[in-house]
C-alpha cells in the first residue's frame, strides 16, 4: 500500500521531542518538514543533524500551511498554548501527556477540539497502550477472559532525582521543580493503563501525599490515591519521584477481575467458575526495553492516513489526565472530588455514566471527537 508521508511539524525539542524526531525520520512514514523551539541553539543542531529546512522560534510555525500535524513536546505545563494554535490551524495533534497541568486547560483544550473539525485526528501521548504486554492484556480482558473487573493498582515508580539540574537555558526555570505533579505527569500513565484495560471511568478520588524524597520539587513528591469507577471498581495509583533505585525490571501493573488476575506481566486465568486457584502464566508477549515511540508515533500517522482514530484519542487522554488531576485537588483539600467525564459524541450527552457500560465505553475507543459529560465539575 503506497503511504503519503505526513507533513509534520515538531514544537520543543527538549528529550522527549528529540526522541520523537528520530522516530519520525525512521518510521519512513512522514516527513518532518519543520521544527519549533525557543531555544534557537537547539534549533541549529536540528538543522544540522537532521537537516530540518524550517526552523521556528515563535508562532509563525502554527501558520505555516506545509505543516498537517503537529507533534507537541514543550513541557507538562506549557502544552495548551501550542496545542491551542495547532488545532485553530486545523492541524493534526499528537500531544504529549499529560494533556495539561490543570483543570481549567483540560476543558479549554478540550472545548477547542469540539470546535475544530471533527476530522483532525488528536492523540494524547499516552504511550503505554503501545507496550505489547500491556496491549496484550488489554486485548484479554476486552475478550472477557478477566471476567468483571473490580480492583486495580498501577504504579509510576521513577528516579527523576536528576531532573534537580535540568534548568532550561532560555528561561532559567525548571519546570520539573516547580510545576510538576507526580500524579499527573507520571501517574497518569498508569491511570490511563488501568482505564483502557477495564474500559471504564472514574467518576470519584481521594488520596494522600508527603514531600520527604526530593525535597528540591515544589509540589509533593509522593503522591497517592484511590479512584472509584463508576460502576464502583476501584484503582489505586501511587507516584513516586524519588525512590532510591534504578528503575524497577517491569512497570507494576495488578488487575482483579471475577474470572482470572493479571501480576506485572503475568496472568492467571480461571478455566471453569470453579476453578479458584490458576497458576500464573507469562502473558506470552516479549517485554520491550525503553520507550514505544515508534509504534504510538505510526498510528498517528495511519490513522491521519486512513482517517480513522488514534489508539488514545483526545476524549479518552483527556479523561485520564482530568482524573489525576481532580486527585492533586482532592490531597490538598483533603476531601473526595467527583470527576466529570468526556465522552466520545456519538454516544450522546445526556446519558448518565452508569448507562455505559463496558462495551459502549470501549466502542468509545474508536470516536475521535468529543463531548462532554454531563456530570458536575467541582
Ligand atoms: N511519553 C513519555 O513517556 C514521555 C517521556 C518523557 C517526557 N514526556 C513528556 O514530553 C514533554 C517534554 O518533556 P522533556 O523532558 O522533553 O522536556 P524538556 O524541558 O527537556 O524540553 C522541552 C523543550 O520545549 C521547548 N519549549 C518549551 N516551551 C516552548 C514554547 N512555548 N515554544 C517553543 N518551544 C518551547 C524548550 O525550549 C525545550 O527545548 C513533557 O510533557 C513530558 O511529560 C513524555
Known sequence: MSFKPVRVGIVGLGHNGLAHLREHVSSGMSEVVAVCDRNRDVLQKVSVEFGVRKLYSDDRFFDDPDIEAVSINTGDNDHK??????????KHVLVEK??????ADVHEMVAAVEQADPKLKIQVGYILRFNPVFAEIHRLAAEGALGNIYYLEGDYIHNLLSQAKQTDPVTGKNWYLDEELPLVGGGSHPLDLLRWIS???????????????????????????LFQFEDGTIAKVAALYGP??????????????????????????????????????SVGVDRVKGHPYLPEIQDWLTAIREDRPPRCPLHDGANST????AAVRAIRDRTEVAVPVFRARRFGVAADSARFGLAAVRSAEDADDVERHAGQFQ
Not at 203 to 211: E, L, M, S, Y
Not at 322 to 325: E, M, R
Open 199 to 225: 474500559g471504564k471511568d472514574v467518576t470519584r478520588v481521594c488520596g494522600c501525599a508527603n514531600h520527604v524524597a526530593f525535597p528540591e520539587m515544589k509540589n509533593d513528591d509522593c503522591q497517592v490515591c
Open 98 to 103: 499529560p494533556l495539561a497541568n490543570s483543570e
Open 322 to 325: 482530568l482524573a489525576t488531576l
Open 81 to 90: 498554548a501550542p496545542f491551542l494554535k495547532a488545532v485553530r490551524a486545523g
Open 244 to 281: 532510591r533505585c534504578t528503575m524497577l525490571p517491569f512497570y507494576n501493573l495488578r488487575v482483579y477481575g471475577t474470572a482470572g488476575t493479571v501480576e506485572r506481566d503475568t496472568i492467571a486465568l480461571s478455566s471453569s467458575p470453579e476453578d479458584h486457584h490458576p497458576p500464573f502464566q
